[in-house]
């Protein structure tokens, strides 16, 4: 296993210093950018707070290599905050009929569970959803992503409709949701990459092409030696997504057992 990390400044996401606190209050204390991965809407979250109090909500659909977003503004004034929590309410959207509101409360002692809402005109819940944000202090993990995948992303385009190719989605670790990024090959080397949200570092494992297996529908990735043995032990559903889990051992004990989703790069 490797470690990389990398920081770069990027016009969109500032660097700024976060305060963490268990204190709810103290998230529009002072500019900040805040990010983590909604799994069930399958985006990856960007809350950005700036000084001048006009502040953005990013949400970056994965399927598209985070290149397809919406980008909601809102200002200081719609920010409601107690010790506990705080919420916040987004302007009505003509476009997409319908408004969100955020309520945050403190999960760690730097880090929010955020439950977001869609609502109507008349201010009733028609959708609503999970996720954690992270402090981040330096560039979103999604730019991360991005410098290292922007310029490739349309090479993949000639795997479609087959296992191969660049495969994005997540790994549920001890209760959180990570980016995880999968470039998977029949005749050369596979990658993984488990990103984490707050952080500018990624894990990365190789998989050698004579240690896969591609046997109907099923996909193991194997990592083996005298003492150590990753498995990448995957199903796929129609070259559109891969589900399973990365089971690592050592010495015969069980060290990861992590639940993979994984969805097939779609580009427009």
């Given at each position: 296993?490797?470690?990389?990390?990398?920081?770069?400044?990027?016009?969109c996401y500032l660097v700024i210093p976060h305060t963490?606190?268990?204190?709810?209050?103290?998230?529009?204390?002072?500019?900040?950018?805040?990010?983590?991965?909604?799994?069930?809407?399958?985006?990856?979250?960007?809350?950005?707070?700036?000084?001048?109090?006009?502040?953005?909500?990013?949400?970056?659909?994965?399927?598209?290599?985070?290149?397809?977003?919406?980008?909601?503004?809102?200002?200081?004034?719609?920010?409601?905050?107690?010790?506990?929590?705080?919420?916040?309410?987004?302007?009505?959207?003509?476009?997409?009929?319908?408004?969100?509101?955020?309520?945050?409360?403190?999960?760690?002692?730097?880090?929010?569970?955020?439950?977001?809402?869609?609502?109507?005109?008349?201010?009733?819940?028609?959708?609503?959803?999970?996720?954690?944000?992270?402090?981040?202090?330096?560039?979103?993990?999604?730019?991360?992503?991005?410098?290292?995948?922007?310029?490739?992303?349309?090479?993949?385009?000639?795997?479609?409709?087959?296992?191969?190719?660049?495969?994005?989605?997540?790994?549920?670790?001890?209760?959180?949701?990570?980016?995880?990024?999968?470039?998977?090959?029949?005749?050369k080397k596979s990658t993984l990459f488990e990103y984490?949200?707050?952080?500018?570092?990624?894990?990365?494992?190789?998989?050698?092409?004579?240690?896969?297996?591609?046997?109907?529908?099923?996909?193991?990735?194997?990592?083996?030696?005298?003492?150590?043995?990753?498995?990448?032990?995957?199903?796929?559903?129609?070259?559109?997504?891969?589900?399973?889990?990365?089971?690592?051992?050592?010495?015969d004990k069980l060290l990861r057992n992590v639940k993979?989703?994984?969805?097939?790069?779609?580009?427009?």
């Open positions: 296993m490797k470690l990389i990390g990398k920081v770069i400044l990027f016009a963490y606190a268990k204190d709810a209050s103290k998230l529009i204390s002072q500019p900040g950018l805040w990010e983590g991965v909604n799994n069930e809407y399958q985006s990856f979250n960007l809350l950005k707070f700036n000084e001048n109090g006009k502040h953005f909500l990013f949400s970056l659909h994965m399927i598209s290599g985070l290149q397809e977003f919406q980008k909601i503004p809102f200002s200081t004034k719609d920010v409601q905050c107690t010790s506990s929590e705080c919420s916040i309410n987004f302007p009505y959207s003509k476009r997409y009929k319908a408004s969100k509101r955020l309520i945050l409360t403190p999960q760690t002692v730097s880090g929010f569970h955020v439950i977001e809402m869609e609502r109507d005109k008349n201010k009733n819940v028609i959708l609503s959803t999970t996720y954690q944000l992270l402090p981040q202090k330096n560039q979103s993990t999604a730019r991360n992503f991005l410098d290292k995948f922007h310029h490739r992303l349309a090479d993949f385009e000639k795997y479609d409709n087959t296992d191969e190719g660049l495969w994005i989605g997540t790994a549920f670790v001890n209760n959180t949701y990570h980016l995880l990024i999968l470039e998977l090959y029949r005749d984490y949200s707050g952080s500018n570092d990624a894990f990365i494992e190789d998989f050698e092409f004579e240690n896969s297996e591609f046997v109907n529908n099923n996909i193991n990735l194997i990592i083996q030696d005298d003492r150590t043995s990753k498995i990448l032990n995957l199903y796929n559903s129609n070259n559109f997504m891969l589900q399973g889990y990365f089971i690592s051992t050592l010495d993979i989703e994984l969805y097939k790069l779609k580009l427009e």
